[in-house]
């Protein structure tokens, strides 16, 4: 059992360039969640997504899209990358406890990106 | 919107208790706990739902004061692996979005 799988681990970018970060969960979850930490920072949550062919904006969603085709794979696209977005981007995935709405998130590993 | 944690960083001996606090300006309806450890990814520790509620997860606990929109996460006893980056989070709405708080870095030392 995987569970949440990022890839890549590592990336450098030049400014200008596009690239997608992939994320895949193998726990059959219906909640996805994108969220960066820049060094020594908290965790600022990009898009999340309830379901297949559901997503919504979260904290700082500017310069990122999302989609959500499947349930297993919920990928994050810069389009023009920016030194700003240098950070640390972390995948997650929950499932839904009906009676409370709070499940623990499960967090992938993280994808390096340095933008120059 | 982000919850605010106090302190910023704390600095324990082997043995010793801290506390982490987690407030919020607006309603807290849930507190999620979890932990960081250095270039690793974060890890859940506890979700607290109801206003008094407590929990604990081996020597670590946390209770949840829904009145003072306050969460607090105490650690007793701590041990050189309890070191880390814990964060609350509380979801914005009912889709267990979370907005994590600012951290707290829990050094321990021999």
């Known amino acids: 059992n995987a569970g949440v799988t990022q890839t890549p681990k590592f990336r450098i970018l030049k400014i200008g360039q596009s690239m997608t970060l992939q994320c895949a969960q193998d726990m059959n979850h219906n909640y996805m969640y994108w969220y960066r930490q820049d060094p020594g920072m908290g965790l600022k949550l990009i898009y999340y997504s309830v379901g297949a062919g559901i997503t919504d904006k979260g904290e700082v969603p500017n310069g990122y899209n999302v989609s959500r085709s499947t349930t297993e794979d919920f990928p994050l696209r810069l389009e023009l990358a920016a030194p700003s977005q240098t950070s640390v981007y972390f995948c997650?995935?929950?499932?839904?406890?009906?009676?409370?709405?709070?499940?623990?998130?499960?967090f992938g590993n993280g994808t390096r990106l340095t933008v120059t | 919107q982000q919850p605010v944690q106090s302190p910023q960083a704390v600095i324990l001996r082997e043995g010793e208790d801290a506390v982490i606090n987690c407030s919020s300006s607006k309603a807290l309806y849930s507190v999620h706990w979890y932990r960081q450890k250095h270039g690793e990814a974060p890890v859940f520790l506890m979700i607290l739902l109801k206003g008094g509620e407590q929990k604990g997860h081996e020597k670590i606990s946390a209770s949840f004061n829904e009145k003072k929109q306050q969460s607090s996460l105490y650690l007793t006893a701590s041990q050189l692996s309890y070191s880390g980056t814990y964060f609350c989070g509380t979801p914005k709405t009912g889709a267990n979005n979370l907005f994590f708080g600012t951290g707290t870095r829990l050094t321990v030392i021999p």
């Open positions: 997650a995935s929950s499932s839904i406890d009906r009676s409370s709405y709070n499940s623990p998130l499960h």
